[in-house]
């Protein structure tokens, strides 16, 4: 996966360690990412139809690089159960490049 693109780190949650696992192999196996890593027990809080709700989700944090971010969107779009998950890109400014 190296290239000279931007180093970027992916985040976003999902509900299912199932789904959150799915997501994470796929990623891995197309090369879209050099790591995956799933934190469990994330509490998340947010309005929904006029009201607060509240679930219990798995956040992912999927490191990848700018020339490949378009298709594992479009991946992480596909098997998420969200219509459109928040899907939040951080550049790399300091850190091991991939090897």
Same mark, same amino acid.
């Given at each position: 996966?190296?290239?000279?693109?931007?180093?970027?780190?992916?985040?976003?949650?999902?509900?299912?360690?199932?789904?959150?696992?799915?997501?994470?192999?796929?990623?891995? %196996?197309? #090369?879209?990412?050099?790591?995956? +890593?799933?934190?469990? *027990? /994330?509490? =998340?809080?947010?309005?929904?139809?006029? @009201?607060?709700?509240? %679930?219990? #989700?798995?956040?992912?944090?999927? +490191?990848?690089?700018? *020339? /490949?971010? =378009?298709?594992?969107?479009?991946?992480? @779009?596909?098997?998420?159960?969200? #219509?459109?998950?928040?899907?939040?890109?951080?550049?790399?400014?300091?850190?091991?490049?991939?090897?």
């Amino acid at each position: 996966m190296a290239d000279s693109s931007t180093e970027l780190l992916i985040m976003f949650s999902c509900k299912g360690s199932i789904t959150a696992k799915k997501i994470a192999t796929e990623v891995i %196996a197309t #090369e879209l990412g050099s790591s995956v +890593r799933i934190i469990n *027990g /994330v509490n =998340s809080y947010f309005r929904w139809v006029g @009201k607060v709700e509240n %679930a219990e #989700e798995q956040l992912l944090l999927i +490191r990848t690089n700018s *020339g /490949v971010y =378009s298709d594992l969107e479009q991946t992480i @779009k596909r098997l998420h159960h969200h #219509e459109l998950p928040e899907i939040s890109v951080v550049p790399i400014s300091i850190g091991f490049p991939d090897i």
